[in-house]
C-alpha cells in the first residue's frame, strides 16, 4: 500500500514540533535546530520556506529572478532506505555514481543529511564495488638529489654473464659517477664480492694521486 497517510501524519507532526529542535523520525537530535533556513541557493534573492501539498510537507526554494521553483518532498528516515534502493540499486537506475545519484533524489526529495547520506549508500554498494575498476596507485617519482662533488655518490652495475673472452672474463662491472657522469668499467672473471671489492679498489686507485695517506 501507499505509505501517503503515515508520511503525511508524521510531517504535521514534525511540522507542529520544528520550534523544539528535536526530530529523532527525520534524523536531527536535540539541539541540532532546523537546518534547511541555512541552505544554499542560487541566487540572493532567493525565498525558502515549509508548506504543505495533499497534507504532505515539502521544502520550496523559489527563484524569481529564474523564475524557477524547486519542491522538495521531506521524507522520513524510515522510508530513506528503500527511496535510495530504487534511485540507485534497481536495474532501471542504473547505478549511477554518488553525485548523479544525488541530483536525481534531490530533484523531488530532501532531509538533513542527504547529501552524506546518498554518497555513501553509493560508496558501500556491493555491485559497484565488484564492477568498479580496480585502481592500484602509482608510486610518486622521487627527484634525485644534485651532486656537485665528483665521486661523492656513483652507480654500479653488473653486466653478465657474457661469453667468456679468451682472458677468462664473463661479466663486466660499470662504474658511473653522479656528478660528472664519468664511467668505468672492468672485467670480471666471477661475480662474487671479493672479486667485485677488489676490482673498485682497482678503479679507484686509478683515479687517485697515490699518496702515502690513501696507501695506508
Keep these: 500500500g501507499s505509505p501517503g497517510p503515515e508520511v503525511a501524519g508524521y510531517q504535521c507532526r514534525f511540522l507542529g514540533r520544528t520550534k523544539g529542535g528535536h526530530h529523532p523520525q527525520l534524523g536531527l537530535g536535540a539541539g541540532d535546530g532546523c537546518p534547511w533556513g541555512k541552505r544554499p541557493t ?4 532567493a525565498r525558502t520556506c ?6 504532505l510537507l515539502y521544502w520550496v526554494v523559489q527563484e524569481p529572478q529564474m ?3 524547486l519542491r522538495q518532498l521531506l521524507v522520513p528516515w524510515r522510508f530513506r532506505w528503500d527511496l535510495l534502493h530504487l534511485a540507485h540499486s534497481v536495474p532501471w537506475a542504473g547505478h549511477l555514481g ?8 534531490a530533484q523531488r526529495f530532501f532531509w538533513p543529511g542527504i547529501h552524506q547520506e546518498v554518497r555513501d549508500y553509493c560508496a558501500s554498494c556491493p555491485k559497484c564495488w565488484k564492477a568498479s575498476p580496480k ?9 634525485l638529489a644534485v651532486i656537485g662533488m665528483p665521486f661523492n655518490w656513483i652507480g654500479l652495475d653488473l653486466v653478465g654473464p657474457l661469453e667468456r673472452s679468451s682472458s677468462g672474463h664473463k661479466y663486466i662491472l660499470v662504474v658511473v659517477d653522479y656528478a660528472t657522469r664519468y ?18 679498489l682497482h678503479i679507484f686507485m ?3 694521486d697515490s699518496a702515502l695517506t690513501f696507501a695506508r
Design 135 to 143: 585502481r592500484v596507485p602509482k608510486v610518486p617519482l622521487v627527484p
Design 50 to 55: 515549509f508548506e504543505i501539498h495533499n497534507d
Design 42 to 45: 542560487r541566487t540572493p534573492a
Design 206 to 208: 686509478g683515479q687517485s
Design 183 to 200: 664511467p668505468e668499467a672492468g672485467p670480471l672473471r666471477a661475480a662474487t664480492a671479493p672479486i667485485i671489492a677488489n676490482e673498485l
Design 67 to 69: 523564475q524557477e521553483e
Design 98 to 105: 554518488r553525485e548523479k545519484t544525488l541530483q536525481q533524489v
